[in-house]
């Protein structure tokens, strides 16, 4: 049983791959039939909030909504299918979405977002917090 995973050559890049397809054979994985999830990365520096998120094949100015309520950043994407004289396609089509909690203290209003090479990458200024000992007097009444 060991070197089983030297064995096989595409150990690391076969498990996205594999999940994607679990997450598409799954009944009930997806609350609404046709909505497809979204692939991201999140990082956090010391001030921002990094989300990336892959979008290929989408026009960004009419194609992509982002919103942020109550420290929930959500992303919606629709992608229409070109041509319906397809003889095979593995491309997914119709409405994708994604969710994700800001960090505390995230400023939503100065987000921004950028597309480029099929990546949407949003930023949100974290502003630090002070973590610290407080004292709260006690009033006498």
């Known amino acids: 049983m060991t070197g089983m995973i030297e064995r ?6 076969v498990l996205p791959d594999l ?12 609350t609404t039939p046709g909505l497809h999830g979204i692939r991201i990365e999140e990082s956090l520096t010391e001030d921002t909030y990094v ?8 026009d960004p100015a009419k194609d ?4 942020m309520t109550e420290g929930v950043l959500t992303l919606r994407a629709e992608r229409s299918t070109q041509s319906a004289d397809k003889r095979h396609t593995e491309f997914r089509y119709g409405t994708f979405a994604r969710a994700v909690r800001l960090p505390a203290g995230a400023r939503g209003d100065d987000a921004a977002a ?8 949003i930023t949100v200024p974290v502003p630090e ?13």
């Open 8 to 13: 096989i050559p595409n150990w690391p890049p």
């Open 129 to 141: 917090t002070k973590a610290g000992t407080r004292t709260i007097p006690v009033r006498h009444t």
């Open 19 to 30: 999940f994607g397809w679990v997450e598409a054979s799954l009944p009930g994985l997806h």
């Open 64 to 67: 992509v909504e982002i919103t």
């Open 114 to 121: 950028d597309y480029k090479d099929g990546v949407l990458t």
């Open 51 to 58: 989300l990336r998120a892959e979008l290929p094949g989408i």
